[in-house]
Nanobody, 130 residues
Framework: QVHVTESGGGSVQAGGSLRLSCVFSGFTYDIFSMGWFRQAQGKEREGIAVIDRDGSTNYADSAKGRFTISKDNVKKSLSLEMNNLKLEDTGMYYC????????????????????????WGQGIQVTVSS
């Protein structure tokens, strides 16, 4: 059984930075996919950044140049460094991991893959204010 430990998040002014982290304890697969997703109030959950075991990454356009996804294969941990935060970055952020990977590591392919097969965190609130 996989246990997810989340940390980070909170409130920050626009232009500030935050770091989100998840540790997936008990996950034993060597080939895996990971991702960060965001759900703003009243909106559907959307993919923000994804990464596979080999380090291939893909970002949503809204995250490019500001967010950096990283992982630790041994610790089975996942992080998201968020810089120059904007008001529209406010929302609940979810981390996810799944065994295996789609052929391509993209938001478009990883989102349904993780949604169907992944283990998800409970969510981390991020609030950006002016």
């Amino acid at each position: 059984q996989v246990h997810v430990t989340e940390s980070g998040g909170g409130s920050v002014q626009a232009g500030g930075s935050l770091r989100l982290s998840c540790v997936f304890s008990g996950f034993t697969y060597d080939i895996f996919s990971m991702g960060w997703f965001r759900q703003a109030q009243g909106k559907e959950r959307e993919g923000i950044a994804v990464i596979d075991r080999d380090g291939s990454t893909n970002y949503a356009d809204s995250a490019k140049g500001r967010f950096t996804i990283s992982k630790d294969n041994v610790k089975k941990s996942l992080s998201l460094e968020m810089n120059n935060l904007k008001l529209e970055d406010t929302g609940m952020y979810y981390c996810a991991i799944a065994a295996g990977r789609p052929h391509w590591t993209t938001i478009a392919t990883m989102t349904p893959f993780l949604t169907k097969s992944g283990t998800w965190g409970q969510g981390i609130q991020v609030t950006v204010s002016s």
